[in-house]
Nanobody, 122 residues
């Protein structure tokens, strides 16, 4: 069982930056693929980014490529999402997720954080 606790959301002006963090419980964090998803009101949950066990392999949604960076610190059991050049359309609840497989689909992840609101004002 893995428990995920997120932090770092909030309100920011367009063009600004935020960093989300997601701390995981358990001793097997380094064996999990970690991902970030987001869900805007009235929309389906969508993939944002994921990082493999070593931290060296990452994938991004086209909408955030070049602006967001996902990293992980296995010593701290934590994954981060650095979000730069934020746009109003980035406004959503952001969720971190974990599982042993690598997927861009929400159904591919068994463990989820509680969600954290990110609001980008224009």
């Amino acid at each position: 069982q893995v428990q995920l606790v997120e932090a770092g959301g909030g309100l920011v002006q367009a063009g600004g930056s935020l960093r989300l963090s997601c701390a995981a419980s358990g001793r097997t964090f380094s064996s999990y693929v970690m991902a970030w998803f987001r869900q805007a009101p009235g929309k389906e949950r969508e993939f944002v980014a994921r990082v493999h066990w070593s931290g060296l392999i990452t994938y991004y949604a086209d909408s955030v490529k070049g602006r967001f960076t996902i990293t992980r610190d296995n010593a701290k059991n934590t994954v981060y999402l650095q979000m730069n050049s934020l746009k109003p359309e980035d406004t959503a609840v952001y969720y971190c997720a974990a599982d042993r497989g690598s997927s861009q689909y929400a159904t591919g992840y068994r463990y989820w954080g509680q969600g954290n609101q990110v609001t980008v004002a224009s």
